[in-house]
C-alpha cells in the first residue's frame, strides 16, 4: 500500500532530517514507527502526505507516486490523527467530524449518517455528544472525536502522529484498546508514530524502529523485535523489560504442550491466552503446569517447559532488519 524508496529530507546547512529511508507498509498493517526523539519519525509521516515536501526519493501510494497528485486531494483520502486533535473550537462535535465528507461535497443527510455512525463507533453516543463543543469533552472524548474525523470519508489509510500522548497513562490504554477495537473491524493501512515501545508493541503488527536520519536498525513484527533484537542499539532501546514484553506478544505453540489424562476440573488456560496471561494463571493455580483448551477441546498442559519452547518459536527477523 505504501512504499517509501530512497526518501530523504534535507534542510539549509546540511542536516538531513530523513536520510535514504527505504520501507514497505502492507495493505491493512499498522506499521509503527517508533524511536528516540528527533529521529525523523513525525518527518517520515507528513511526507507520505506531503505536508512535509521529500528533497529525494519516491513515495508510492497505492501504486501511484504522491509527487504526482494534487497535494489536498491526497490528503482528502488519507485520514490524520495528531497529539491534541486539532478540533475546530467553534464548531460542533459533529461539524469537526464532518470536515472531509462536507469538503468532498456530500449530501447532508449522507454526513448526518455519517458523523452518528462514526461517533458510535468511537463510544461516544450521537444524541448526546453531536451538538457539544470541544472544550465540553475531556482529553480522551475530544481525542475519539479526533479519531472519528480521520475516518470521515473512509480513507484507506490513516496517519496518527503520538494519537495518545497527551492524555494519562489509564485514558490512554483505554483509548489505545478502542484503536485495536476499530481496528480489527476496519482493516485501515496505518502508520502510528510514537516515542513509546510499549505502545508501538501494543498496537503494531509491524514496528520500524529508527535511530538519527530515520535509519532502520529493525523492521519486523513485535514478538520478533523482542524475541530477536537486531543489534545492540535496539536492545539498549528496548530496555531491561524486552523479556516481560516479550511474554505479552507471543502466543502459546500448541507444539510445546505435554498430554495428560484431561482433567474434570480446576483452573485452565485458553488457547488464546498469550505467555504473560499463561503465565498469571500457572502462578496463581500453584500448579506445575495447567490444562489448556481451545473452544472446550482439550489440547495440553502448559508448563515451564512449554513457556521455553514458546519462546524459542519465536522466528528471527528477516534479513536482520
Known amino acids: 500500500m505504501i512504499v517509501l524508496d530512497s526518501v530523504s529530507k534535507n534542510?539549509?546547512?546540511?542536516?538531513?532530517?530523513?536520510?535514504?529511508?527505504?520501507?514497505?507498509?502492507?495493505?491493512?498493517?499498522?506499521?509503527?514507527?517508533?524511536?528516540?526523539?528527533?529521529?525523523?519519525?513525525?518527518?517520515?509521516?507528513?511526507?507520505?502526505?506531503?505536508?512535509?515536501?521529500?528533497?529525494?526519493?519516491?513515495?508510492?501510494?497505492?501504486?501511484e507516486d504522491v509527487t504526482h497528485v494534487d497535494p489536498v486531494v491526497l490528503r482528502l483520502k488519507m485520514g490524520y490523527v495528531i497529539q491534541r486533535t486539532g478540533l475546530f473550537p467553534h464548531q460542533t462535535i459533529a461539524e469537526n467530524v464532518a470536515t472531509v465528507p462536507r469538503l468532498w461535497g456530500w449530501e447532508k443527510a449522507r454526513v448526518k449518517r455519517r458523523v452518528d455512525e462514526l461517533l458510535e463507533l468511537v463510544g461516544l453516543d450521537p444524541a448526546g455528544y453531536r451538538d457539544r463543543y470541544p472544550h465540553q469533552l475531556s482529553g480522551g472524548q475530544q481525542q475519539r472525536v479526533g479519531f472519528a474525523r480521520a475516518l470521515g470519508a473512509d480513507p484507506p489509510i490513516l496517519l496518527m502522529d503520538e494519537p495518545f500522548g497527551a492524555v494519562d497513562r489509564i485514558t490512554r490504554e483505554r483509548l489505545q484498546n478502542e484503536f485495536l477495537r476499530i481496528q480489527r473491524t476496519l482493516h485501515k493501512t496505518v502508520v502510528f508514530v510514537t516515542h513509546d515501545i510499549d505502545e508501538a508493541v501494543r498496537v503494531g503488527d509491524r514496528i520500524a524502529l529508527l535511530n538519527v536520519g530515520a535509519r532502520v536498525e529493525q523492521y519486523a513484527t513485535p514478538a520478533e523485535i523482542l524475541g530477536r533484537p537486531a543489534n545492540q542499539f535496539v536492545s539498549n532501546f528496548l530496555g531491561h523489560e524486552r523479556v516481560l514484553k516479550l511474554l505479552s506478544v507471543t502466543a502459546i505453540d500448541p507444539a510445546s504442550l505435554r498430554r495428560s489424562p484431561e482433567p474434570a476440573v480446576g483452573p485452565k488456560v485458553p488457547a488464546t491466552a498469550n505467555l504473560a496471561d499463561a503465565l498469571v494463571e500457572l502462578l496463581a493455580a500453584g500448579s506445575p503446569a495447567l490444562p489448556v483448551f481451545d473452544d472446550g477441546k482439550y489440547l495440553g498442559d502448559f508448563d515451564a517447559r512449554s513457556l521455553q519452547q514458546s519462546l524459542r518459536a519465536v522466528p528471527a527477523p528477516q534479513g536482520g532488519r
Open 11 to 63: 534542510y539549509p546547512g546540511g542536516s538531513n532530517a530523513v536520510d535514504n529511508l527505504t520501507l514497505e507498509i502492507g495493505e491493512g498493517e499498522t506499521c509503527v514507527l517508533v524511536g528516540p526523539s528527533g529521529c525523523g519519525k513525525s518527518t517520515t509521516l507528513r511526507m507520505i502526505n506531503r505536508l512535509i515536501e521529500p528533497s529525494a526519493g519516491r513515495i508510492v501510494v497505492g501504486g
